[in-house]
């Protein structure tokens, strides 16, 4: 399984951006599926995770990004999405998208997300 993220860049306090996570490979069976963030000098944190089939697809936001960030799966195009609204300079770091497929985790390597004051 190989994950490509893409989507960063520079943006001003209150603009959005869009990361998107092109997934491919043997994918059947990804189960979760999630973004992750990583400011400098703090450990790799969930951002937000959503499951696969089951019908009570519940996603999970970190309190600190609830209410501004959507995240979105396409199965039929194997692709996950995040929408970030409401950008906060807090918010500066590099994300990852990541697949959980039995009891394997895979990583993205990573977009640069930087939001200016």
């Known amino acids: 399984v190989q994950l490509q993220a893409s989507g960063g860049g520079l943006v001003q306090s209150g603009g959005s951006l869009r990361l998107s996570c092109a997934v491919s490979?043997?994918?059947?069976?990804?189960?979760?599926m999630a973004w992750y963030r990583q400011a400098p000098g703090k450990q790799r944190a969930l951002v937000a995770r959503i499951t696969s089939r089951d019908v009570l697809n519940i996603p999970y936001y970190s309190d600190s990004v609830k209410g501004r960030f959507t995240i979105t799966r396409d199965n039929a195009k194997n692709t996950m999405d995040l929408q970030m609204n409401y950008l906060k300079p807090e918010d500066t770091a590099a994300y990852y998208c990541s697949a959980v497929q039995g009891l394997n985790v895979y990583w993205g390597q990573g977009t640069l997300v930087t939001v200016s004051s």
């Open positions: 490979g043997s994918v059947g069976s990804i189960n979760v």
